[in-house]
């Protein structure tokens, strides 16, 4: 069966520090990739997805980045964080041309 | 125009209620309508979802689509203390080769014993 890992839970980070978050997908090649982020009374806002390796659509204009190094790797980065950038992130994962996406845990980012 | 529009709540319901959550959308052209739950902490899982209008009926939960009014409604019969979590519509709209989910603010839902 398919499973998806995102790490780390929980993550406070101070302002003007890098961020690296993973998420890896197994049990399934060639997936869709996806990072959301929730804010507090909000819904998830995409902020980037990857349909294959190296290749990445960004949603929104922001203080973050993505790579895909791999199949069913997926890592959000940032050089400096910003006090907006707190929040909950999720990874998600889908095929191409099904509805229905897989959410990994989430982590939930307080930069201070 | 936000593109799906849903009430935060919180809401707050006696066991045994009825509940109804509801969202609006803008795009006419939408036609996969889902919620997913969302329990405190956790990532989302799908509940369920419709396809153009009409119910669909899953257990206690009924989806329904109202598509010429772009309404949206989740209801959830007899509710448990294990339905309190964060309810989330979400309108797939697929171009690209890649389905793009664009949720609602989410519903806070507390049922109480």
New interface residues.
Partial sequence: SQTIHQWPATLVQPVGSPLSLECTVEGTSNPNLYWYRQAAGRGLQLLFYSVGIGQISSEVPQNLSASRPQDRQFILSSKKLLLSDSGFYLCAWNHEGEVEAFFGQGTRLTVV | QKE?E?D?GPLSVPEGAIVSLNCTYSNSAFQ?F?WYRQYS??????LM?TYSSGNKEDGRFTAQVDKSSKYISLFIRDSQPSDSATY?CAI?S?SG??????????TRLAVHP
């Fill in positions: 799906v849903q935060p996969y889902m902490r956790k990532g989302p899982e799908l979802y989330l797939d697929f080769g890649y389905n793009k989910l664009i949720f609602g603010a989410g």
